[in-house]
């Protein structure tokens, strides 16, 4: 099992950057993906990273200004956001399993969620 924890959003300005923490404790060695999820609309899968940071994969329309990566000697995954614009405005969120799959983005295979950080971008 791994616990999961977000952290790293706030209000900023259109052009700037943000980086994105999620902290995973308990068995920490797992796939590890972000998702957004904004009022009225379905959760995005954003950018996921195996367990030994090896492997990445990425929603098409973020790929140059979102990385994901991880440290995990400080069992942590980040997401950097760069040219940060408006319509990336929601809650972010982090999520594990178990399983490496970079074909498979569905919400429902994992299992473990964090509690979301808001990102608000101001024209």
């Known amino acids: 099992q791994v616990q999961v924890v977000e952290s790293g959003g706030g209000l900023v300005q259109a052009g700037s950057s943000l980086r994105l923490s999620c902290v995973l404790s308990?068995?920490?060695?797992?796939?590890t993906a972000w998702f957004r999820q904004s009022p009225g609309k379905e959760r995005e899968f954003l950018a996921a990273?195996?367990?030994?940071?090896?492997?990445?994969d990425y929603r098409e329309s973020v790929k140059g200004r979102f990385t994901i990566s991880r440290d995990n000697a400080k069992a942590t995954v980040y997401l950097q956001i760069d040219n940060l614009k408006p319509d990336d405005t929601s809650v972010y969120f982090c999520a594990a399993r178990s399983h490496w799959n970079s074909r498979d983005r569905r919400t429902a295979t994992f299992r473990n969620w964090g509690q979301g950080t808001q990102v608000t971008v101001s024209s």
């Open positions: 308990g068995r920490t060695w797992y796939t």
């Open positions: 990273i195996s367990g030994s940071g090896e492997s990445t």
